[in-house]
T-cell receptor
Framework: AQSVTQLGSHVSVSEGALVLLRCNYS??????LFWYVQYPNQGLQLLLK??????LVKGINGFEAEFKKSETSFHLTKPSAHMSDAAEYFC???????????FGKGTKLSVKP | DAGVTQSPTHLIKTRGQQVTLRCSPK?????VSWYQQALGQGPQFIFQ???????QRGNFPDRFSGHQFPNYSSELNVNALLLGDSALYLC????????????FGPGTRLTVT
């Protein structure tokens, strides 16, 4: 069975500081991995995805994530936080291109001025 | 190009009643998935429709049923509503021919009293 663990339900950073949101997964098959962002009272927006190939993937809004198979991790980073990054972030895994998404519980990111 | 749309935005129902939620996929998409997001949790997969048939199903009771129409739009029906069914219901669409991404709508907030 597949599962996703997001370490830290709430992360707070200062504007301009590094953002690091942690995600570990378990999967019996090569996983497809995703990060989504959810702003208050809105649906989910895809930030980036890993399917195959290059393990460092770049997404929208300056975010990137690195797939590390040996560590079963897919942590999300951004070099410099902006106030507009404050939102909830979800890591998800699926078994294939049309597989259902299994989400972590989410990490709420706060950005202090 | 319209994204995924859902209706209604908000809904209040009483225990025991039935509810129908609607979703129109992004243009060019033929697969629709439904997710339930309880407060403070990550979305949980309910089921996926493709070619008007349920292709995958998560761990939800038979009270949850769905339908996909020839124009790829979809409905989620929930019978005999329970207080625990109160949640944000998200619809996501994707293209079976590849791309891997699921695009989410803004959701329907269901409150059961």
């Amino acid at each position: 069975a597949q599962s996703v663990t997001q370490l830290g339900s709430h992360v707070s950073v200062s504007e301009g500081a590094l953002v690091l949101l942690r995600c570990n997964y378990s999967s019996s098959v090569p996983p497809y991995l995703f990060w989504y962002v959810q702003y208050p009272n809105q649906g989910l927006q895809l930030l980036l995805k890993y399917t195959t190939g290059a393990t460092l993937v770049k997404g929208i809004n300056g975010f990137e994530a690195e797939f590390k198979k040996s560590e079963t991790s897919f942590h999300l980073t951004k070099p410099s936080a902006h106030m507009s990054d404050a939102a909830e972030y979800f890591c998800a895994v699926s078994k294939g291109s049309q597989g259902n998404l299994i989400f972590g519980k989410g990490t709420k990111l706060s950005v202090k001025p | 190009d319209a994204g995924v749309t859902q209706s209604p935005t908000h809904l209040i129902k009483t225990r025991g009643q039935q509810v129908t939620l609607r979703c129109s996929p992004k243009s060019g998409h033929d697969t629709v998935s439904w997710y339930q997001q309880a407060l403070g949790q990550g979305p949980q997969f309910i089921f996926q429709y493709y070619e008007e048939e349920e292709r995958q199903r998560g761990n939800f009771p038979d009270r949850f049923s769905g339908h996909q129409f020839p124009n790829y739009s979809s409905e989620l029906n929930v019978n005999a509503l329970l207080l625990g069914d109160s949640a944000l219901y998200l619809c996501a669409s994707s293209f079976s021919g590849g791309g891997y991404e699921q695009y989410f709508g803004p959701g329907t907030r269901l409150t059961v009293t």
